[in-house]
């Protein structure tokens, strides 16, 4: 197995809903990320999970919650998310955090 | 900091053209340099990487070799297919707070035209 997954793929959610995305990998990597990407712009790093501990947060809104509850899962939590929050969250892995990184297909995103 | 300056596009090409893409890089050490290619509607892929000077990466036709004194890991292909239309981006690793950071170009649009 050599890919990211991420579900859903599509997500709508209303300003005061609470909502998860979730992604996975069976790739034995111990580093896992997640971006946020807007339309034309790259990707921009939120956090990072190294050895399930985040190892970095991008500064990131507290409306944001990620949780690493294994090393082959990933999931980002959101809450009480803004219309400008809408935008394209991918998933990445990486054997270690100084390897490359594996995407996954990304869960589109709109807050309404 | 580090950071990476590509051409930005968009590019349209007819099938079969050279191909392109300029990337230079500022950043402190020795990076590791690498090339995303993103196709409409889905994640990035990861198409090649360089991870010290002179170092020559290599997929699907694509090149592009790491060069320590101009900072720049220019992206080549000698002939563009219809398949090759995406988003494609440089990037570099970054070292923070004992983690290792993608550092993203902002992104060149390519059009390839039969």
């Known amino acids: 197995d050599t890919e990211v997954t991420q579900t859903p793929k599509h997500l709508v959610m209303g300003m005061t809903n609470k909502k998860s995305l979730k992604c996975e990998q069976h790739?034995?990597?111990?580093?896992m990320y997640w971006y946020k990407q807007k339309a034309k712009k790259p990707p921009e790093l939120m956090f990072v999970?190294?050895?399930?501990?985040?190892?970095i947060n991008e500064s990131v809104p507290s409306r944001f919650s990620p949780e690493c509850p294994n090393s082959s899962l990933l999931n980002l939590h959101l809450h009480a998310l803004q219309p400008e929050d809408s935008a394209l969250y991918l998933c990445?892995?990486?054997?270690?955090?100084?390897?490359?990184?594996?995407f996954g297909p990304g869960t589109r995103l709109t807050v309404t | 900091g580090n950071s990476v300056t590509q051409m930005e596009g968009p590019v349209t090409l007819s099938e079969e053209a050279f191909l392109t893409i300029n990337c230079t890089y500022t950043?402190?050490?020795?990076?590791?340099l690498f090339w995303y290619v993103q196709y409409p509607g889905e994640g990035l892929q990861l198409l090649l990487k360089?991870?010290?000077?002179?170092d020559k990466g290599s997929n699907k036709g694509f090149e592009a070799t790491y060069r320590k004194e101009t900072t720049s890991f220019h992206l080549e292909k000698g002939s563009v297919q219809v398949s090759d239309s995406a988003v494609y981006f440089c990037?570099?690793?970054?070292?923070?707070?004992?983690?290792?950071?993608?550092?993203f170009g902002k992104g060149m649009k390519l059009t390839v035209n039969p």
């Open positions: 990445a892995s990486s054997l270690q955090d100084s390897y490359e990184q594996y």
């Open positions: 790739m034995g990597h111990r580093a």
């Open positions: 990037a570099l690793d970054s070292a923070q707070g004992g983690s290792e950071k993608l550092v």
């Open positions: 360089a991870t010290k000077a002179d």
């Open positions: 999970y190294s050895y399930e501990k985040l190892s």
């Open positions: 950043a402190t050490g020795y990076p590791s």
